[in-house]
């Protein structure tokens, strides 16, 4: 059974196209984040399978059912803001009560609820209190418990760790994920932070100005980026990028030097490529290997466990990153050699900038 399932959803405003093209199955119990840069659309996305906005064309179906008309209320759908706008004048339990006394449950039932999801949320010992006698962190539990109480089909997240501090964010991101597992709500979840994405999600949407880029595992994002777009977003530091040539017998620089792959045959020679290569997939060597590039290197980061490289290739000036294990004792000015493992090489088309499968030969269409 699918949960959640948008179909072609377009939104503009005014003319201008801010959704396009959104086609999502997300399957029940399912965590999916959408993540993108800020304004590309993803409060919108949110906002539309609410139904807080409307979208412009397509259809959204929730357990089957067409909702696309329906009001937001009719959608069994509970949202968490940014901005987890709680009543400042009333306490704790009361905040988390609101839903089901206007639902007019029985007094008992809401009594037994909430104190069974302030358990689970650690936030029994503060029923009493109002807002604003709370941390950050557990007023965004409670923004939570709001949410829970109403057991809906559908759990909205939009970046509702934006405004707390590192460390808590972290186990704030621990905490959702856990709670999420436990009570198996099918959730959508809104970040710009692609480590929230990565740790987060079972699949992740990665939304470029209202389109989706790609819809996967965080491990097929970082493994087999569709594009140029994911494959720089995923990953911190960001992927290396180089513009190549394929030659009869592998992959060069413009110029031939200083970058050496060597390929199986049956291949197109000649043409333009743009090669990808991960700063943790390239290592210091002494011999050649299958990938073979050689970087002077203008500055260094000792962060402990490894070392941040950042240098040029000589003759193209093309920028490279490396991430090293442990302490690097070179100095400014040297020039490396690296070598990467073919299997770690990722191909991109400089025409279309989507992914170029390297290990079944280079083929355009
Ligand atoms: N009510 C609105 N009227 C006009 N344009 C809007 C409105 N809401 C959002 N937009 C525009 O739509 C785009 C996407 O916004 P939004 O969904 O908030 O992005 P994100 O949440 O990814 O930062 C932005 O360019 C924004 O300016
Ligand atoms: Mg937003």
Redesign the pocket.
């Given at each position: 059974m699918s949960t959640l399932l948008l179909k072609d959803i377009t939104k503009s405003?005014?003319k201008?196209p801010?959704l396009q093209d959104i086609n999502l199955d997300i399957k029940e119990g399912e965590f999916v984040v959408i993540v993108?840069?800020?304004?590309?659309?993803?409060?919108?996305?949110l906002r539309t399978i609410a139904g807080l906005e409307s979208a412009s064309s397509g259809a959204i179906y929730i357990d089957n059912q067409d909702v696309t008309n329906k009001e937001p209320k009719d959608r069994d759908i509970a949202m968490v803001f940014q901005n987890y706008a709680l009543y400042p004048h009333m306490k704790v339990y009361d905040n988390i009560a609101y839903g089901l006394k206007v639902r007019k449950r029985p007094k008992a039932e809401i009594k037994e609820r909430v104190n069974k999801i302030a358990t689970l949320l650690q936030i029994d010992h503060l029923l009493d209190r109002k807002p604003n006698a709370l941390s950050g962190g557990q007023r965004q539990r409670v923004a939570m418990g709001r949410a829970i109480i109403r057991n809906p089909k559908l759990f909205l997240f939009d970046e509702p760790l934006s405004n707390l501090d590192a460390k808590l964010r972290v186990d704030m991101r621990l905490e959702i994920k856990r709670l999420q597992q436990q009570l198996k709500i099918t959730s959508l979840y809104?970040t710009h932070d692609q480590v929230e994405a990565m740790t987060m999600a079972d699949r992740i949407v990665i939304?470029n100005k209202g389109y989706i880029e790609q819809f996967d595992t965080p491990k097929m994002l970082y493994q087999k980026p569709a594009s140029v777009f994911v494959a720089g977003f995923i990953g911190a530091p960001s992927m290396n990028f180089i513009n190549a040539k394929t030659t009869d017998n592998g992959i060069c620089l413009e110029d031939g030097g200083e970058l050496d792959i060597v390929l199986e045959d049956n291949h197109d020679a000649g043409k333009d490529i743009i090669i990808g290569i991960r700063p943790e997939h390239l290592q210091l060597s002494e011999q050649k290997n299958d990938v073979d590039i050689t970087v002077t290197v203008d500055t260094i980061e000792h962060l402990g466990a490894e070392t941040l490289l950042y240098g040029f290739i000589p003759s193209s000036q093309t920028r490279i990153t490396m991430k090293i294990n442990g302490y690097w004792s070179g100095s400014v000015g040297e020039t490396i050699h690296l070598h990467a493992r073919k299997e770690h090489l990722h191909a991109f088309d400089p025409d279309t900038k989507k992914r170029i499968d390297l290990n079944r030969h280079i083929h355009y269409a």
């Open positions: 405003y005014l201008t801010v993108g840069a800020s304004g590309c659309g993803k409060s919108t996305l809104v939304l």
